[in-house]
């Protein structure tokens, strides 16, 4: 019983922390990368060379 309590409270905590990393730092992450990214490879690709 002890150790299926145990198995429960740390699969709860994982499921918490999917959750945090897809709603708080994915977005995150993929609004940076757009940023960072982009711009310069948008300007390499217009500038004929």
Avoid: C, G
Avoid at 7 to 12: C, K, T, Y
């Amino acid at each position: 019983m002890e150790i299926q309590n145990q198995r429960w409270i740390i699969n709860s905590n994982l499921n918490d922390l999917f959750t945090e990393v897809n709603n708080e730092i994915l977005p995150s992450a993929v609004v940076l990368a757009k940023k960072i990214d982009l711009k310069p490879l948008k300007k390499t690709l217009s500038t004929p060379s």
